[in-house]
């Protein structure tokens, strides 16, 4: 079992930058891969972006390209999400989820039902 646990969230105008952490703890010793999903109210959960467990492999959603960084700590057993030029339509509830991979594996993985952890979130909201 992995418990994760999501920090950095906040009030932010548009345009701002906000960086997000997530803490696991647990079963750190295997291997995981990492990824970040938002859910706005009254819509689904969506994928963010994702990060293998070497952290060497990284992908994103079309809406967060660019301005959005994923980066993981395995020594610290952290993943982070610096998000810069926020948007009102980035406003949602972030996620963080890990799942079991094997150790050495490139893949990332973007869908909700790929991921067997997942924190509590954290409330972004952009807004003037």
């Known amino acids: 079992q992995v418990q994760l646990v999501e920090s950095g969230g906040g009030l932010v105008q548009p345009g701002g930058s906000l960086r997000l952490s997530c803490a696991a703890s647990?079963?750190?010793?295997?291997?995981?891969?990492m990824g970040w999903f938002r859910q706005a109210v009254g819509k689904e959960r969506e994928f963010v972006t994702a990060?293998?467990?070497?952290?060497?492999?990284?992908y994103y959603a079309d809406s967060v390209k660019g301005r959005f960084t994923i980066s993981r700590d395995n020594a610290q057993n952290t993943v982070a999400l610096q998000m810069n030029n926020l948007k009102p339509e980035d406003t949602a509830a972030y996620y963080c989820?890990?799942?079991?991979?094997?150790?050495?594996?490139?893949?990332?993985?973007?869908?909700?039902?790929?991921?067997?952890?997942w924190g509590q979130g954290t409330q972004v909201t952009v807004s003037s």
């Open positions: 989820a890990a799942r079991n991979t094997y150790c050495g594996v490139t893949d990332y993985y973007t869908k909700v039902a790929e991921y067997a952890y």
């Open positions: 647990g079963r750190t010793g295997s291997c995981y891969a």
């Open positions: 990060i293998n467990w070497s952290g060497d492999r990284t």
